[in-house]
T-cell receptor, first 112, second 112 residues
Framework: NAGVTQTPKFRILKIGQSMTLQCTQDMNHNYMYWYRQDPGMGLKLIYYSVGAGITDKGEVPNGYNVSRSTTEDFPLRLELAAPSQTSVYFC???????????FGDGTRLSIL | DQQVKQNSPSLSVQEGRISILNCDYTNSMFDYFLWYKKYPAEGPTFLISISSIKDKNEDGRFTVFLNKSAKHLSLHIVPSQPGDSAVYFCAARETGANNLFFGTGTRLTVIP
């Protein structure tokens, strides 16, 4: 059982480039989330989805886009990479309302 | 505006002794609290949770205490083991909300 899988694990981008961070889960969870963690800080919610076709903004959505065409996949898109987006990105999923979130191992992204 | 605060960035404890990690929150609407444990280069792993209708929840060596009037919760680990060395994040959520607010984490080192 793979759980939540994120790819790539590491990536270096140049300012202005775009990329998609991939996230897939094999637990048939309806809820999926994207967080970023900056050094010395807690995780902050970027976007979330409560089911296929439904997405909503979190605390820090600016500069990102998401889509949820299937239950399994929840990709995060950076259109014009900026140095402020250098961070570690975590994807998570959960089952019901009172259930904890399960996290992937993260994508470390540096923008130079 | 940090709604969940972990004021101790680090804590060192001898193996076999008790570890106490603290967390404070400012939002009185929070009613579900979680502790996550994180090893380097891995995603956070769920440890234990507590609902606001309880003041204590135990799971093996881990106990979480909630003091609603003080808006404070703590995680007790007894006895502490070297494998417990990790960063511990406190998180909180309102009923029905999707946004999970995280503290900045406490790095626990258990000395053999």
């Amino acid at each position: 059982n793979a759980g939540v899988t994120q790819t790539p694990k590491f990536r270096i981008l140049k300012i202005g480039q775009s990329m998609t961070l991939q996230c897939t889960q094999d637990m048939n969870h309806n809820y999926m989330y994207w967080y970023r963690q900056d050094p010395g800080m807690g995780l902050k919610l970027i976007y979330y989805s409560v089911g296929a076709g439904i997405t909503d903004k979190g605390e820090v959505p600016n500069g990102y886009n998401v889509s949820r065409s299937t239950t399994e996949d929840f990709p995060l898109r950076l259109e014009l990479a900026a140095p402020s987006q250098t961070s570690v990105y975590f994807c998570a999923s959960r089952d019901g309302q009172a259930r904890p979130q399960h996290f992937g191992d993260g994508t470390r992204l540096s923008i130079l | 505006d940090q709604q969940v605060k972990q004021n101790s960035p680090s804590l060192s404890v001898q193996e076999g002794r008790i570890s106490i990690l603290n967390c404070d929150y400012t939002n009185s609407m929070f009613d579900y609290f979680l502790w996550y444990k994180k090893y380097p280069a891995e995603g956070p792993t769920f440890l234990i949770s507590i609902s606001s209708i309880k003041d204590k929840n135990e799971d093996g060596r881990f106990t979480v205490f909630l003091n609603k009037s003080a808006k404070h919760l703590s995680l007790h680990i007894v006895p502490s083991q070297p494998g417990d060395s990790a960063v511990y994040f406190c998180a909180a959520r309102e009923t029905g909300a999707n946004n999970l607010f995280f503290g900045t984490g406490t790095r626990l080192t258990v000395i053999p």
